[in-house]
């Protein structure tokens, strides 16, 4: 039996299979002392400290893709496994940056709150189609490919930067994909953000990048810019993106993430052609369910002595 902490939720039958596995669930704790596992989503953060003070702990279950909230070094260094859920999420993912693509080319939200605030700005809110503009992708992974397939349905030519992709899987995807990230901003009036949080992507969509950006589409419509962003925050610099908003270099921008969360004080939210969404890309029915089995699967697999499949930190292993 082993000593399971789950800090963030996890779906009800989830937690339920890890008991009936024998294993011992505590919902919530603070301290993770005399836990052999955690299983975290993005509010808990596993920092070097907090790793420090769970020595018992050998492993580390991150119910979703990204890993930013765990100091991996301290965690390989402990000899702790790092594991995620990468494919559970995906198609609610890939659903609400479509949702905000939709809504930023035809002023969903602007046109809402105008609505509420007992304005009828039917003259004023003149949108555009996603069909024959470009569609560039920072980073095209599992979440910006399934995107990309639905995009280019409607008829949007697909670019992309991602210098970890072999450049087959984009051809099969039908998506260009370029060496310079430059490129894909200086091409495209749509931009989708689906990369991880690192040292190179930090700030990567700022005032540069956004300049480069042309408003005009591949089908010569004066249809403006757009910047969404489903993945980590911290890849957008919100002060340039508002700055960008402001001079009206950027139409409009769309985040589910922040670099500070909760962002309850960001200057962003009050634009009027900024509309976000609070770190809900994986918040369906459908995807918690299928994170949480994959979960407590991979947890019950574990302490029966297999390796789980979508290890992180692989220099344990060795």
């Not at 009828?120 to 470009?134: A, H, P, V």
């Not at 280019?152 to 899987?169: K, N």
């Not at 052609?273 to 994170?291: D, K, L, W």
């Amino acid at each position: 039996m082993a000593r399971i902490a789950v800090t963030d939720g996890m779906a009800d039958d989830a937690v339920s299979m890890l008991i009936e596995a024998g294993h011992e669930v505590d919902m919530g704790p603070v301290q993770l002392d005399g836990f052999d596992a955690v299983v975290i989503r993005s509010a808990t953060k596993m920092t070097s400290q907090a790793i420090a003070a769970a020595p018992s702990l050998q492993l580390i279950g991150r119910a979703g893709v990204g890993v930013d909230n765990i100091d991996l070094n301290a965690a390989t260094n402990a000899g702790i496994l790092v594991c995620n859920t990468p494919g559970s999420s995906t198609q609610s993912v890939v659903e609400l940056a479509l949702g905000h693509l939709l809504a930023s080319a035809r002023h969903i939200a602007t046109a809402d709150r105008d609505l509420r605030s007992g304005n009828w700005t039917k003259k004023i809110l003149k949108g555009t189609e996603l069909s024959g503009k470009r569609l560039g992708f920072i980073g095209f992974g599992r979440i910006a490919q399934g995107v990309g397939k639905i995009a280019g349905a409607f008829g949007m030519e697909l670019h992309a930067f991602d210098p970890y992709l072999p450049s087959h899987i984009a051809e099969e995807q039908g998506c260009l994909l370029h060496e310079d990230v430059n490129d894909v901003f200086r091409l495209c009036t749509h931009i989708t953000i689906h990369c991880n949080l690192t040292d190179e992507t930090h700030h990567l969509v700022n005032s540069d990048t956004l300049a480069l950006m042309p408003g005009i589409g591949a089908d010569g419509t004066t249809c403006g810019n757009h910047l969404v962003s489903c993945a980590r925050g911290g890849i957008v610099n919100e002060q340039d993106a508002l700055e960008a908003l402001e001079n009206g270099q950027l139409t409009s921008c769309a985040l589910d993430v922040f670099e500070v969360e909760p962002a309850e004080d960001n200057p962003i939210l009050q634009h009027t052609n900024f509309h976000g969404t609070p770190h809900i890309g994986a918040a369906t029915v459908e995807a918690q369910n299928r994170i949480g089995f994959e979960m407590a699967e991979l947890i019950i697999g574990f302490f029966n002595g297999d390796t789980p499949q979508s290890v992180v930190n692989r220099e344990v292993l060795n």
